[in-house]
C-alpha cells in the first residue's frame, strides 16, 4: 500500500516547484520565493488532487473554480513589489492560496470572494495555518471594498472586460493594480500604477482565468 506523504516530502515538492517552476522562468525576489517556499499549497487543494499539488498548472477547486498555477501566483505577486507595510485587497480568494502568499509579504490582506462555501473554506484554513492578516469577506469583489480602502496594492484573480471603476478608485497613490482583461478567447495580464489622478496602464503576458461575474465584471445571464 503507498505511503501516506510526509510533511518533509511536500517540503521537498515544494522546493522543486521553487526551483524548476518559479525561479528558473525568472522570478527572482527573495521574498516571494521564500513565501512559496514556506506556504503548504497541498493544504489548498482538494484530497483528490493532492499527488498534484506541486504541479506546474492550474487544478480545480469546486465550485468551476481553479487555484491558479504556482507561477502565475508568483509572478502576479512579484509584479506588486508588496512592502511589509502595504494593505492589500485580492479579489477572487479561491482556494485561499494566493492569499496565503500576500499575507505573508504585507501588513493586511482584505480578501473579497463571491462564492459562499470557498470563502469559508479558504478563511478556516487560513486561521488553522495561522494567519491572523487575512480578513476574508463574501461579497461582489468588481465593487472592491471601501470600508478599508485606499490599498497599496489589488490582485484581481479573474479575468475582466475591463478594470472595474471602483478598483481604480481605491488604488493608494503609487500603488499597484494587478489585473487579467479579456474574454474566454484570450487575456492579458495588466499591471496598474497610480500616479496622482492618472493611471499608468501597462500591458504584460498572455493569461487564461475564469471569469469575474457581476456588476461590472461579466454579468451572468
Ligand atoms: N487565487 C485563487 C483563484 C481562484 S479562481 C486561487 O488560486 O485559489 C477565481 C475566483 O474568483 C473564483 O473563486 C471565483 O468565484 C471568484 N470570483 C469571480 N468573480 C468574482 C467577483 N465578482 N467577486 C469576488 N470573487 C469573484
Given at each position: 500500500?503507498p505511503?501516506k506523504?510526509l510533511?518533509?516530502?511536500?517540503?521537498?515538492?515544494?522546493?522543486?516547484?521553487?526551483?524548476?517552476?518559479?525561479?528558473?522562468?525568472?522570478?527572482?525576489?527573495?521574498g516571494?520565493?521564500?513565501?512559496?517556499?514556506?506556504?503548504?499549497?497541498?493544504?489548498?487543494?482538494?484530497?483528490?488532487?493532492?499527488?498534484?499539488?506541486y504541479?506546474d498548472?492550474?487544478?480545480?477547486?469546486?465550485?468551476?473554480?481553479?487555484?491558479s498555477?504556482?507561477?502565475i501566483v508568483?509572478?502576479?505577486?512579484?509584479?506588486?513589489?508588496?512592502?511589509?507595510?502595504?494593505?492589500?485587497?485580492?479579489i477572487?480568494?479561491?482556494s485561499?492560496?494566493?492569499?496565503?502568499i500576500?499575507a505573508?509579504?504585507?501588513?493586511?490582506?482584505?480578501?473579497?470572494?463571491?462564492?459562499?462555501?470557498?470563502?469559508?473554506?479558504?478563511a478556516?484554513?487560513?486561521?488553522?495555518?495561522?494567519?491572523?492578516?487575512?480578513?476574508?469577506?463574501?461579497?461582489?469583489?468588481?465593487?472592491g471594498?471601501?470600508?478599508?480602502?485606499?490599498?497599496?496594492a489589488?490582485?484581481?484573480?479573474?479575468?475582466s472586460?475591463?478594470?472595474?471603476?471602483?478598483?481604480?478608485?481605491?488604488?493608494?497613490?503609487?500603488?499597484?493594480m494587478i489585473?487579467?482583461?479579456?474574454?474566454?478567447?484570450?487575456?492579458v495580464?495588466?499591471?496598474?500604477?497610480?500616479?496622482?489622478?492618472?493611471?499608468?496602464?501597462?500591458?504584460?503576458?498572455?493569461?487564461?482565468f475564469?471569469?469575474?461575474?457581476?456588476?461590472?465584471?461579466?454579468l451572468q445571464?
Amino acid at each position: 500500500m503507498p505511503q501516506k506523504p510526509l510533511e518533509s516530502d511536500y517540503e521537498k515538492a515544494r522546493e522543486q516547484m521553487v526551483a524548476q517552476q518559479i525561479a528558473r522562468r525568472g522570478i527572482s525576489h527573495p521574498g516571494v520565493l521564500e513565501a512559496m517556499r514556506r506556504v503548504p499549497r497541498h493544504r489548498f487543494v482538494p484530497a483528490e488532487s493532492l499527488p498534484y499539488a506541486y504541479t506546474d498548472g492550474p487544478l480545480p477547486i469546486g465550485a468551476a473554480q481553479t487555484i491558479s498555477q504556482p507561477y502565475i501566483v508568483a509572478e502576479m505577486t512579484e509584479l506588486l513589489e508588496l512592502k511589509p507595510t502595504d494593505r492589500v485587497l485580492e479579489i477572487g480568494v479561491g482556494s485561499g492560496y494566493q492569499t496565503a502568499i500576500l499575507a505573508e509579504l504585507s501588513r493586511e490582506v482584505i480578501g473579497i470572494e463571491r462564492i459562499a462555501g470557498l470563502a469559508n473554506h479558504a478563511a478556516n484554513l487560513l486561521h488553522e495555518l495561522g494567519y491572523q492578516n487575512v480578513d476574508i469577506h463574501v461579497a461582489d469583489g468588481t465593487k472592491g471594498y471601501a470600508e478599508k480602502a485606499p490599498y497599496n496594492a489589488i490582485l484581481v484573480a479573474a479575468a475582466s472586460p475591463s478594470i472595474p471603476e471602483p478598483l481604480m478608485a481605491q488604488l493608494a497613490e503609487n500603488g499597484r493594480m494587478i489585473i487579467p482583461i479579456g474574454d474566454d478567447d484570450g487575456q492579458v495580464l495588466e499591471l496598474v500604477i497610480r500616479k496622482g489622478e492618472s493611471l499608468h496602464i501597462y500591458q504584460l503576458t498572455p493569461v487564461r482565468f475564469v471569469p469575474l461575474i457581476w456588476e461590472y465584471g461579466y454579468l451572468q445571464g
